[in-house]
């Protein structure tokens, strides 16, 4: 199929011919003239991530560029991804885009200099790939029944708490909501207004183990929502209850700030020796931020509508890549290392 700038090329031919008169020429090149900024995409060369150093991937994508190759393995992506038009590009390129995207607050056209392709295909192509990775990787941050949270490995994280100073000796997490700060709606503000941050926002909760994963994540949900009814939302009581049991058979626990009611499974007590530990619930959205400053622009949020699900599960997927140097952080403040690449995205 031509595109528009092919099919107005035709058309100015058909006109040097005299195949067409001036005014069919003008009706028909108008019809074909996109809505959309015409950036001459064709301009620049296609991208090639072999012929980038590493220096340019780690500034551009946040990864070494073997670490990207890396992520299309074990991510076990096709060699290309396909667009609903049938468009299709290889995986590491649709992967290089993704990361790009959300790698600093940037729009569409923006990224045609690097990849030499139009922003429709663009837009395509990332929500795509970041689609295959939600319907593959999402229940990661769904679901606790995963080998990296098995009962002898959910010991272990109580112990590396407990060893730090904490209270509890049977606590292995730590539950907390996160507000992202939107652009106010032109309708249902007062849904989306956080009265405690005094912003329109959205809110996400994330319980987060030592080793610096996030364990589960529940959101978005409007910002006036109060955490204890986000807690009822997620339907993380019942998961923790099945699921949050040492080898002995004593029961563990997440820890949460006194917003959270008080259950076997869920504890909010001890707030002054447990609030030493209890800040690497709030390093995880940081580093995530720090690395992937899309969400930190404001104006780039314009609605919790456009704020999908797949973004922000996608950024958490990506952040608890080993890959990434934040680990030394968590490894160095309570012992635990994180699971391998192969070992986690199983």
Known sequence: MATFREAREALLLANDLNLIDDEELLLLYDVNTSKNLEIPYWKYDKFDLDSLSDDECKSEFRFLKHDIYALVDVFNLPDKITCPNRFSVYSDEALCMLLRRFAYPCRYEDLVPRFGRPVPQLSMVVGEAMDLLHVQFGRLLSRLNQPWLSQAQLA??????????????????????????????????????????????????????????????????EGRRHD??????????????NHCVSPTGQPLCVYGDPAYPLRVHLQQQYNLSMSKVRTAVEWVFGDILQYFTFFRFQKGSQSWTQCRRQ????????????????????????????????????
């Open 156 to 221: 272990q994280f109580s112990e590396a708490i407990y060893r730090k100073g904490a209270a509890l000796d049977n606590c292995w997490g730590f539950i907390d909501g996160t507000v992202r700060p939107v652009c106010r709606p032109g309708e249902n503000q007062r849904v989306l207004y956080n009265g405690h941050k005094r912003v329109h926002a959205i809110k996400f909760q994330s319980v987060v183990a030592p080793n610096g994963l996030i364990a589960n994540l529940f959101g978005p949900v």
């Open 311 to 346: 973004n922000v599960y996608y950024l958490c997927l990506i952040k608890k890549c080993p890959l990434m140097s934040l680990w030394v952080k968590y490894s160095s403040f309570f012992g635990v290392e994180p699971p391998s690449l192969q070992g986690y995205f199983i």
């Open 228 to 241: 204890s009814g986000m807690l009822a939302m997620s339907g993380l009581l019942p998961m923790l209850e």
